[in-house]
């Protein structure tokens, strides 16, 4: 029973240190730092994320950006967007933590013609 409890944490957290993936139609999402011009339209904010104060303090600085970056490139791709006006960005640590434990990006979804 300890066997299957330890292996079972172990994935757990091997899985929490890698980013999140980029879906297929999420790499089509260019992300920018500055409003989309031209024939574009707004279509919603979207928040994307990595991390959490289990996972957190053993996933990368980078993994937990990346992985946030994804996530944000996945939803505006699931609104049917092509661009994210980046916005903001924050990391967080939990109470007791060593480090970054969670890393957001917020932005504006566009379809750009």
Do not use: H
Not at 40 to 63: A, E, F, H, M, R
């Amino acid at each position: 029973m300890v066997a299957k409890m330890t292996a079972a944490l172990s994935v757990l957290l091997l899985v929490g240190c890698s980013a999140i993936s980029v879906t297929p139609e999420g790499k089509s999402v260019e992300l920018v730092t500055v409003k989309p011009s031209g024939n574009c339209k707004p279509l919603g904010d979207v928040v994307g994320s990595q991390g959490n104060w289990i996972t957190g303090d053993y996933t990368s600085n980078k993994n937990l950006l990346i992985g946030a970056r994804n996530d944000l490139r996945n939803q505006a791709a699931e609104m049917g967007g092509n661009f994210v006006w980046v916005q903001d960005s924050n990391n967080t640590n939990a109470w007791g933590s060593t480090g970054t434990t969670n890393t957001t990006v917020l932005g504006v979804v566009y379809r750009c013609e």
